[in-house]
Nanobody, 124 residues
């Protein structure tokens, strides 16, 4: 499986961005997909995940109400809509495929394939 994340950029506080994660090589439709982010010197942080059918989503508290994860299984693509961005959201964002189809996976070791990351920078 290859995961290609895109959509990052430089925005101002309060702006929105939508990240995309396109999978190729193998379908990811049967798996929970997650988004993580990382800043230099810190551990990779779980942002949220979406179940295989899109029926349930889970988010870290700091992004609840601002970020929304969705997926289009026909396109083998997962999205992260980020609204009301704040400087503390600045990070490299990674999409990842989980090892299973269960509901909630928040640890990096729950995921076996990762995208290359896309930089999101939010200026104040």
């Amino acid at each position: 499986v290859q995961l290609q994340a895109s959509g990052g950029g430089l925005v101002q506080a309060g702006d929105s961005l939508r990240l995309s994660c396109a999978a190729s090589g193998r379908t990811v439709n049967d798996y929970t997909m997650g988004w993580f982010r990382q800043v230099p010197g810190k551990e990779r942080e779980f942002v949220g995940c979406i179940t295989w059918d899109g029926g349930r989503t889970f988010y870290v508290d700091s992004v609840k109400g601002r970020f929304t994860i969705s997926r289009d299984n026909a396109k083998n693509t997962v999205y992260l809509q980020m609204n009301s961005l704040q400087p503390e959201d600045t990070a490299v964002y990674y999409c990842a495929k989980s090892r299973g189809s269960g509901t909630y996976y928040s640890k990096h070791y729950d995921y076996d394939y990762w995208g290359q990351g896309t930089q999101v920078t939010v200026s104040s």
